[in-house]
């Protein structure tokens, strides 16, 4: 049984910055691929970015150069630096954790709310 806690949502200017982190109950969190995904009303789930084992990341275009995600394998924890942010940002923010090997993510966190205002 895995469990994700995430935190750091809120309420930001546009032009603002907010970090969301991601903790991990897996023991063996180091050897997980670990993601942010964001659903804003009437929109798919989509991938954020993503975080291998071995450092390797990946980012959706809307947020490269402004996002960097990052972890901490002693604290079992993925970040989310999230820098110029933009009214369409918006959204709520979950933290996935990826089975290892696999390219979609097995478990979910709970989601937090991430509003920009302009």
């Known amino acids: 049984q895995v469990q994700l806690v995430e935190s750091g949502g809120g309420l930001v200017q546009a032009g603002g910055s907010l970090r969301l982190s991601c903790a991990s109950s897996?023991?063996?969190?180091?050897?997980?691929?670990m993601g942010w995904y964001r659903q804003a009303p009437g929109n798919q789930r989509e991938l954020v970015a993503s975080i291998t084992s071995g450092g390797s990341t990946n980012y959706a275009d809307s947020v490269k150069g402004r996002f960097t995600i990052s972890r901490d394998n002693a604290k079992n924890t993925v970040y989310l630096q999230m820098n110029s942010l933009k009214p369409e940002d918006t959204a709520v923010y979950y933290c996935?954790?990826?089975?290892?090997?696999?390219?979609?993510?097995?478990?979910w966190g709970q989601g937090t709310q991430v509003t920009v205002s302009s």
């Open positions: 897996r023991i063996m969190f180091r050897v997980n691929t």
């Open positions: 996935a954790q990826y089975a290892y090997g696999s390219s979609r993510p097995s478990y």
